[in-house]
């Protein structure tokens, strides 16, 4: 049972576009939910991170938009560059342990 | 350097072999989590541990794993009796309370 649900598995974007990925969880525990980005061979990197008394928190080009009531969160990229171009997990954590759940990716490949 | 590494980067083995990883979390974090990553997947919950206690095990934790952090600093993850489905990235992070996690770069077990 995947707690954590994560589209689409890939994207292709144009440079300077915009870039959303989407997750959808079901425990209703849940209060921290953050973006990673992975380049190959990295570990992932905490990119921005946002709990559920707040529908959207920006951080320079990335913007996590959270949706309560839909148990929904997004995370869109402006202005895309090549650098971009990474596998992106969202992830869903409850309590004290910040034990957390992760979607399954997304490669996002944006063209030059 | 201040993030958290961890050693070795690649490890091969022969079916059957025991293996360690070691992982040197942030100096200042009180908690260190184990997770494994296999290829297209996101990280799996391992272990977790605040300082040199082991507060939680994954039912992925078969009983040929086993994770120490000695006096609360560097931790250890052992695999007996290697497998192949053993094969994958082997990822730890640490944490303080209010700070998201800081993953190593992994170490990457090949199982042959």
């Known amino acids: 049972q995947q707690q954590v649900k994560q589209s689409p598995q890939s994207l292709i974007v144009q440079k300077g576009g915009i870039s959303i990925i989407n997750c959808a969880y079901e425990?209703?525990?849940?209060?921290?939910f953050p973006w990673y980005q992975q380049f190959p061979g990295k570990g992932p990197a905490l990119l921005i991170a946002?709990?559920?008394d707040v529908s959207e928190k920006k951080e320079g080009r990335f913007t996590i938009s959270f949706n309560k009531s839909a148990k929904q969160f997004s995370l869109h990229i402006m202005d895309s560059q090549p650098g971009d171009s990474a596998t992106y997990f969202c992830?869903?954590?409850?309590?004290?342990?910040?034990?957390?759940?992760w979607g399954l990716g997304t490669s996002l490949a944006v063209n030059p | 350097d201040t993030g958290v590494s961890q050693n070795p980067r690649h490890k091969i083995t022969k079916r059957g072999q025991n293996v360690t990883f070691r992982c040197d979390p942030i100096s200042e974090h009180n908690r260190l989590y184990w997770y494994r990553q296999t290829l297209g997947q996101g990280p799996e919950f391992l272990t977790y541990?605040?300082?040199?206690?082991?507060?939680?095990k994954s039912r992925l934790l078969s009983d040929r794993f086993s994770a120490e952090r000695p006096k609360g600093s560097f931790s250890t993850l052992e695999i007996q009796r290697t497998e192949q489905g053993d094969s994958a990235m082997y990822l730890c992070a640490s944490t303080s309370p209010l700070d998201g996690y800081t993953f190593g770069s992994g170490t990457r077990l090949t199982v042959v």
């Open positions: 946002i709990r559920p």
């Open positions: 992830a869903a954590g409850a309590g004290n342990n910040r034990k957390l759940i």
């Open positions: 425990n209703t525990a849940f209060d921290y």
């Open positions: 541990f605040q300082n040199e206690a082991q507060l939680e």
